[in-house]
């Protein structure tokens, strides 16, 4: 879906059943640029702190968002990303 969809920014929860947030990372950095590979990347998530920040960007995302978030605080992440684009 990432392939046909090509968005900005994806935005991924890093614990979900099955395939965690990183692998679906992965994944999507093993896509040459032109089918998403590439895509601005931010980790959603409850696991909050310095090491699962620095987790979430050495696996690729550019930022780490702590849950719960607000909307408005959810914008300026996503602004901040396309913007740095």
């Known amino acids: 879906m990432l392939i046909q969809a090509k968005p900005i920014v994806l935005l991924s929860d890093i614990g979900m059943p099955d395939r965690d947030g990183y692998m679906?990372?992965?994944?999507?950095?093993?896509?040459?640029?032109?089918?998403?590979?590439?895509?601005?990347?931010?980790?959603?998530?409850?696991?909050?702190?310095?090491?699962?920040?620095?987790?979430?960007?050495?696996?690729?995302?550019?930022q780490h968002v702590s849950k719960?978030?607000?909307?408005?605080?959810?914008i300026q992440v996503i602004a901040c990303l396309t913007q740095s684009a």
Do not use: H, M
């Open 68 to 74: 719960p978030i607000e909307p408005e605080r959810l």
């Open 24 to 62: 679906l990372l992965q994944q999507v950095r093993a896509l040459p640029s032109e089918q998403g590979g590439q895509v601005r990347a931010i980790a959603v998530t409850a696991y909050t702190g310095d090491f699962n920040q620095q987790q979430a960007l050495q696996a690729g995302f550019q």
